[in-house]
């Protein structure tokens, strides 16, 4: 039985794992922050590494259960090749237990439905994201991080291809699991909740202290990756100013003044439908909280139409790319991406690709 399941193409041996000394049989995975020691024939956290025989396996390596042509502002990435097309790929597991997780039929699988998806080898997904003519590849939808050995053989591949990378991630990746994927990694949306707050990661997330996150960011930066955050903004629980100043703070002194800060706002889903909507003023005001530390690019995310899916330039103010949510509605900089009003480069990589689109409403 065992040699069967080995056999299937989606079941590899993991990265990032050795035998536990005193335990036989048992292994601890490195590869996320919870480092967990797992016993024979048992899932770690994420659902999707198991200990087979005394060996750690991936049992979700190509098993893919959304693959979608995205705007690369969906992720959100704003100021990263603005306008361009990314092939997103996912497959299902997580190593959060996020109540409000808006894609939890994915994340949660272990507690729902278990496995499930359709094999595609890396050379299939590249085959697939240039048939469709996308500019790269995003690991997104659940947590890229527990299907590791997938996404670097992909980027590898994807590299060779001509093909960005990037990644949506909670950060919980250890530093040597970044370390392997290195340069092949060219932007990441690093997602936290709640501003970061200890109680909210414990309760409402599964995580019993957030602080790695921070480590992870500070490693990714080694490398080169351009970085945005987002924070997803829950009322009532998650959503005290005193988090969201001390986050902005942490952003602009280790990351930068430029690094684009979002604001996410929460929609009732999975086991938090009881809590309503964000109200748009909370956010309005975070966003000014964020400002007042010093981040120079701070935006609201889903709140289609709100002037602050906008940006606006750090020097003099002048509004260089209008948005209508994941869509680029006015592009005002000039080559080099600077601005056209005080010719100020501003902190965007990659030139706009992409068609101008029309919103359909008016902005706040």
Known sequence: MTENLVDKPYVREADFWEPVEGKPGYVRCNLCHKRCIIAPGKYGACGVRKNIGGKLYTMVYGLVSAAHMDPIEKKPLMHFYPGSSTFSIATVGCNFYCKFCQNWELSQSRLEQGLYGVYMSPEKVIEEAMSLGADGITYTYNEPTVFFEFMYDTAK??????????????????????????????????????????????????????????????????FGWFLEVTNLVVPEIGDKTEDIRKLARWIRDNLGEETPFHLLRFHPDYK????????????????????????????????????????????????????????????????????????????????????????????F
């Open 157 to 222: 591949l994807a590299k060779r291809h001509g093909l960005y990378n990037t990644m949506v991630t909670n950060g919980y990746m250890t530093p040597e699991a970044v370390r392997k994927l290195g340069g092949l990694m060219d932007a990441a949306t690093v997602d936290l909740k709640g501003g970061g707050n200890k109680e909210f990661y414990r309760k409402i997330m599964g995580v019993w202290n957030p602080e790695p996150i921070y480590e992870t960011i500070l490693e990714m930066k080694k």
């Open 272 to 363: 938090l439908k009881n809590l309503p909507p964000t109200p748009i003023k909370t956010l309005e005001e975070l966003a000014k909280i964020a400002m007042e530390e010093g981040l120079k690019h701070v935006y609201l995310g889903n709140l289609w139409g709100h002037r602050l899916e906008n940006t606006y330039c750090p020097k003099c103010g002048y509004p260089v790319i209008e948005r209508y949510g994941f869509y680029i509605t006015a592009w005002r900089l000039e080559k080099g991406n600077k601005c056209p009003n005080c010719g100020y480069k501003l902190n965007i990589r990659g030139e706009f690709k992409g068609e101008l689109r029309r919103p359909r409403f008016g902005f």
